[in-house]
């Protein structure tokens, strides 16, 4: 890999990439996947009957690849990327004996967990491991990951009903954050004083419990009135997230305990040691 960060080499290959930190992703350039992998002379053009070969990969990339601004020709322009999930789901498509070498080379750069794409166990209990790792307790663990179901069914039902863009997610989680907890989800990350790390690998168990239950509350909402769409899908959202507001309250009430709290898991800050002058 370069210095240059924005770029990696695969056998003399160059690969553009840009680091989202609000979703904390690497994308990489479509195109020059393609190119380090069929070494066309045209990367472009093999792009664009590959689509057209394969129907199914032309709506993958379609609905699933941003166009991301990377450096083309000395200026930044918006270019075709996928994460490292998207660029798996190219590889299937493209008959190419370097392939596997590839896969080796995404784990250099950063994404030694590829293989979990195409086999989900290891991540999750990569995933159990590396909480056990952090300190957090059985319970928590069960706790975060019975969320996570809880989420990806939400986020399969928005798909189902035509919200496709990374933004139309972000704002709709933001819509149900918001009206169960009162703050924004930059806000909580904020009084929990994160910066890059996952809101919900901070919270504690009432805050991922109430997470589930407004994200169960919309999905079933939006069920029952099958909503389409983002502005539908808001107005479920708000729903679901009020039912986990209204609990909230209850118990805040009844314990006199807020649940959305600043507790974090972050390690504690290291002591500013004065280092003084050596006596003559």
């Known amino acids: 890999m370069e210095n240059n960060k924005s770029l990696a080499v695969f056998e003399n290959k160059q690969v553009r990439r840009h680091y989202d930190e609000s979703t904390e992703t690497w994308y990489f350039s479509i195109v020059d996947i393609v190119a380090a992998l069929t070494d066309s002379t045209n990367p472009t053009d093999y792009l664009k009957k590959l689509r057209k070969r394969d129907v199914a990969l032309g709506s ?8 991301v601004g990377m450096l083309t020709n000395g200026k930044n322009r918006k270019t075709l990327a996928g994460s490292a999930k998207d660029i798996f789901r190219i590889i299937q498509s493209i008959p ?40 957090r307790s059985e319970k928590w663990i069960q706790q975060r990951m019975t969320g996570q179901e809880t989420r990806n069914k939400l986020t399969d039902y928005w798909k189902e009903a035509g919200i496709s863009e990374r933004d139309e997610f972000a704002l709709l989680t933001n ?11 930059k806000k909580h990350k904020d009084l929990k004083g994160l910066k890059k790390q996952n809101l919900r690998d901070h919270m504690n168990e009432a805050e991922l419990i109430f997470t589930a239950l407004a994200e169960l509350s919309t999905r079933q909402i939006a069920e029952s009135e ?9 107005v479920a959202g708000k729903k679901g997230g009020k039912i986990a507001k209204d609990a909230r309250l209850a118990l805040e009430q009844k314990t006199g305990k807020k649940v959305v709290t600043g507790e974090n898991f972050l390690p504690p800050a290291k002591e500013k040691r004065q280092i003084l002058p050596k006596k003559k």
């Open 60 to 67: 993958y990339l379609g609905t699933n690849c941003p166009q």
């Open 96 to 135: 190419s004996p370097k392939a596997e070498p590839f896969k080796e080379w995404l784990a250099k750069v950063g994404y030694e967990r590829i293989q979990e794409i195409s086999d989900p166990e290891q991540s999750i209990d990569r995933a159990r491991e590396n909480w056990h790792n952090l300190g």
């Open 175 to 185: 819509i149900i954050h918001q009206e169960w907890t009162g703050l924004t989800v």
């Open 226 to 234: 099958e909503a389409k769409g983002l502005q539908q899908n808001a």
